[in-house]
């Protein structure tokens, strides 16, 4: 019996995506186990000072959820991953991978980990609240 059937691999869409995915699709070949690949986009925070009728937010989150769309297709498309597994959500990081991989029923979540410096060190980084109450595998690249 295969350990992985159904990876989840969370991106941010940057450089160090590629390491990531490397390391997704080797664990995927090994298991003979299908990739769905994830990027969480983070809602825009508006302060209370800034006048909020001159800023179209929500055209400013279409328009990078659009972006992000067409960078992830791009991404899926150069190792054969179908549109249907490709997902570009708009929300918290950390939950909204955490609700797609139980969706989805992913038995691992495949995610690039930076290290923790600076405010991370307080707040937390995705990775750390992606193992919190995640319900299942969770493996983390170093990036």
Request: hydrophobic share 45%; aromatic share 4%; net charge negative.
């Amino acid at each position: 019996m295969n350990l992985y059937k159904n990876i989840l691999v969370a991106v941010d869409l940057s450089q160090d995506s590629a390491v990531i995915l490397d390391k997704a699709r080797s664990i995927a070949k090994a298991y003979d186990a299908q990739l769905n690949l994830v990027h969480v986009i983070e809602p825009i925070a508006v302060g209370y000072a800034i006048e909020i009728s001159s800023i179209d937010i929500e055209g400013l989150h279409q328009e990078a959820t659009e972006q992000a769309k067409q960078s992830l297709m791009e991404m899926g498309r150069n190792i054969d991953i179908p549109a249907e597994r490709m997902h570009t959500l708009l929300g918290q990081p950390a939950r909204e991978i955490k609700e797609l991989a139980n969706e989805i029923k992913a038995d691992l979540i495949i995610m690039g980990n930076h290290g923790r410096h600076g405010w991370e060190l307080l707040f937390g980084s995705t990775s750390t609240g992606v193992a919190h109450g995640v319900n299942c595998d969770l493996l983390t690249v170093h990036v």
